[in-house]
């Protein structure tokens, strides 16, 4: 098998019910990813959420007890499979609204998404098409999350007779749901999850649809780290500072951690944020051995050519990079809590590999699902809610818009009491 492309990794998203954990079934099940005994276990499964006694594909990803019961997706499923032309990881999210937590944690890292709608739902006479609050939802997160991709799936054709209309006028909704929220690189396909219409092979069925299947389209879209292939400023938070603790002939220091952004090199001078000390790299040790250079997403211990006081939590950047320790962010939050969130209170705030206080000291506005118009008078933040807010930091982080460094630009909120997840956090800018 020869992989000649970067493996992609997308997620499934939509409203419940829209054949997400059934898609993912079908492309596996075509793909040919699946064992033997998949294959067997998957036919002698029960199929009460399919009709006609197919196969219920669904039971592929739908892992927990609880869903299959239910018949919904609650947790987040990886599936890893691959084709003669690439390897994939996919994310199969909820599309209840109760879970939406768990659809930005498997959006965060996705290079693009299928926004899976229910045609069945829909019909011709509807002018124009009003899509599901949940489709919104999802599509305002994946905007804020900066997904490169977004493929819509137009599901349950084959319950409508595979009518070109409905497709359309669908089309036609969503593409004014994404102006309005600024999403750009959009692509259609109508397709059958259950059947297989369009999924891997181009479905007969629908002679009126010009287009690629879309695996196809999956197999030829760029990632993430194609898309970003420019140069950035070499970026790694300090995980864990490595002592040796012998006689002081031999005492060894090394500060390890992940790099996030750029490269190092033997030789190179760093600046270690908030301190803003400088020195200079003396060695580089990696899992494959010592090296001359590093690049991103590599794992690295390295020593400088000097004592200086670094622990957890602290931040090697370029000496030339213009970044610097802010106390002052501003960011787009993604609320979990069934709390709603409270200004009066301090949160703890995780960025990178270091944990602090902080407090919102201000509330710009809410994103209203219905109207997709940004409520401003309003100083209530409810669970599955999208603000724009102001944060006060107990102390200085190196951070970065979300749209410029992923990790530089992320962070979560928790409930210092409850040690409870609260919020994810982007940031769009810092200094406010």
């Not at 000390?277 to 690049?295: C, M, N, S």
């Not at 919102?360 to 008078?377: E, G, R, Y």
Request: glycine letters at 6%.
């Amino acid at each position: 098998m020869s992989i000649q492309k970067s493996p992609l990794r997308f997620i499934t998203a939509g409203s419940v019910d829209d054949g997400k954990s059934t898609l993912i079934g079908r492309l596996l099940y075509d793909s040919k990813a699946l064992l033997a005994d998949q294959i067997h276990a998957l036919k002698q499964g029960k199929s009460k959420y399919s009709e006609q006694g197919e196969i219920d594909f669904s039971l592929l990803t739908d892992g927990l007890e609880a869903e299959r019961e239910q018949g919904i997706t609650i947790d987040v499923a990886y599936r890893y499979f691959s084709t003669a032309n690439r390897k994939f990881i996919i994310a199969d999210t909820p599309g209840h609204e109760q879970y939406t937590r768990n659809m930005v944690t498997g959006a965060s890292t996705a290079s693009a998404a299928i926004i899976l709608i229910d045609a069945s739902q829909f019909h011709d006479s509807q002018a124009p098409i009003t899509l599901l609050n949940q489709t919104k939802r999802h599509s305002a997160i994946l905007q804020h999350l900066n997904c490169p991709h977004i493929i819509v799936a137009v599901n349950k054709m084959d319950l409508l007779d595979f009518k070109q209309e409905t497709f359309l006028a669908i089309q036609d909704a969503y593409l004014s749901l994404a102006h309005q929220l600024g999403l750009k690189d959009i692509h259609f396909v109508p397709i059958s999850a259950l059947l297989g219409e369009n999924v891997v092979y181009k479905s007969e069925k629908m002679p009126w649809y010009q287009g690629e299947s879309l695996l196809h389209i999956l197999e030829n879209l760029p990632s993430a780290e194609e898309l970003h292939q420019q140069d950035h400023y070499f970026y790694c938070p300090v995980q864990f500072v490595v002592r040796q603790d012998a006689d002081t002939k031999d005492d060894f220091r090394g500060y390890q951690g992940r790099i996030e952004a750029g490269s190092i090199a033997v030789g190179q001078s760093i600046r270690v944020e908030p301190s803003g000390l400088e020195a200079k790299v003396v060695e580089l040790i990696t899992p494959r051995g010592e090296v001359q250079q590093a690049f991103a997403g590599e794992v690295i211990t390295l020593r400088l050519d000097q004592d200086i006081d670094i622990s957890r939590g602290d931040v090697f950047v370029d000496i030339q990079a213009p970044l610097q320790a802010v106390k002052h962010i501003k960011a787009t939050l993604c609320w979990f809590d069934e709390r709603a969130l409270n200004p009066a209170r301090k949160y703890l705030l995780k960025h990178g590999t270091q944990t602090l206080l902080a407090k919102v000291s201000c509330i710009n506005q809410v994103l209203d699902i219905q109207t997709l118009l940004n409520t401003q008078d309003t100083q209530q933040v409810k669970m599955n809610d999208i603000a724009d807010v102001n944060l006060t930091l107990q102390k200085p982080i190196v951070a970065t818009p979300y749209s410029e460094n992923l990790v530089a630009g992320s962070f979560i909120l928790i409930d210092d009491a409850s040690y409870q997840t609260v919020a994810a956090g982007m940031i769009q800018s810092v200094n406010v």
